[in-house]
Nanobody, 121 residues
Framework: QVQLVDSGGGLVQAGGSLRLSCAASGRTFSRYVMGWFRQAPGKEREFVASINSASGTDYADSVKGRFTISRDNAKDTVYLQMNSLKPEDTAVYYC???????????????WGQGTQVTVSS
């Protein structure tokens, strides 16, 4: 069992930056694939980025080059650095943990509670 706590969301102007954090409980954090998803009002949850146990990364095309996912296994924490934010990045962001890499929500077993990111134009 893993518990995830998301934080770091907020209100930022377009072009600005935010860093999201996801703190995990449990003794096997380093073995999990960690992902970030987001859900905008009226839209389905969508994949943003993932990082595997070897720190290999995957990004959605919409955020590639602007967002960076990283992990600190000593702190059981995964981060999402978001730069050059756009109004269309506005959503609730969720971190997730699973055993296998993937871009679908069903690939992940555990979820954080979400943190709101709002980008104003």
């Amino acid at each position: 069992q893993v518990q995830l706590v998301d934080s770091g969301g907020g209100l930022v102007q377009a072009g600005g930056s935010l860093r999201l954090s996801c703190a995990a409980s449990g003794r096997t954090f380093s073995r999990y694939v960690m992902g970030w998803f987001r859900q905008a009002p009226g839209k389905e949850r969508e994949f943003v980025a993932s990082i595997n146990s070897a720190s290999g990364t995957d990004y959605a095309d919409s955020v590639k080059g602007r967002f960076t996912i990283s992990r600190d296994n000593a702190k059981d924490t995964v981060y999402l650095q978001m730069n050059s934010l756009k109004p269309e990045d506005t959503a609730v962001y969720y971190c997730a943990a699973g055993w296998l890499p993937g871009r679908a929500s069903r690939d992940y077993l555990y979820w954080g509670q979400g943190t709101q990111v709002t980008v104003s134009s």
